[in-house]
């Protein structure tokens, strides 16, 4: 129970760095270039932390198991962090561009969970994506 509480609050205070972090860089610096500072300090980061991580394998033998979902995925956080700067220098709220594009995604993923990864919806689920839907309606309203 613990892990189940302290990974969801971790990736919600991440998540509201990642948003601020992500509304505070320069418009006049190279997306590219404030991205590749990021995976530098991500990357030196994780180099840091690995020793704390229990691992009884040892990182060359962790290194050998990683697929091709870690690459997919670095190319997919590209994009995503791509997407938000670009997103805030055209003009987005810090207020609704996460709300909007979470929901949205949120919605994607419905199908998703479905077919790939055989999840069910019951009825409290369905109701809470008709309000998700509902919310994504209220504050795409000018």
Request: overall charge positive; charged content about 10%.
């Amino acid at each position: 129970m613990w892990l189940y509480i302290v990974s969801i609050a971790l990736a919600i205070v991440a998540n509201v760095f990642y948003y601020i972090f992500q509304k505070s860089t320069p418009h006049q610096v190279n997306p590219l270039a404030a991205l590749m500072v990021t995976y530098f300090t991500a990357m030196v980061t994780c180099m840091v932390i690995f020793p704390f991580y229990p691992d009884r394998e040892g990182f060359l033998v962790s290194l050998k198991k990683v697929n091709w979902a870690s690459i997919s995925l670095g190319v997919a956080v590209v994009g995503l962090e791509m997407g938000f700067l670009l997103a805030y220098r055209a003009g987005w709220n810090i207020s609704t561009a996460g709300v909007f594009a979470n929901v949205i995604v949120a919605l994607i993923l419905i199908p998703v969970g479905i077919y790939l990864f055989k999840e069910h919806l019951n009825l409290m689920n369905a109701a809470g994506i008709l309000l998700c839907i509902l919310g994504l309606m209220l504050i795409s309203k000018k």
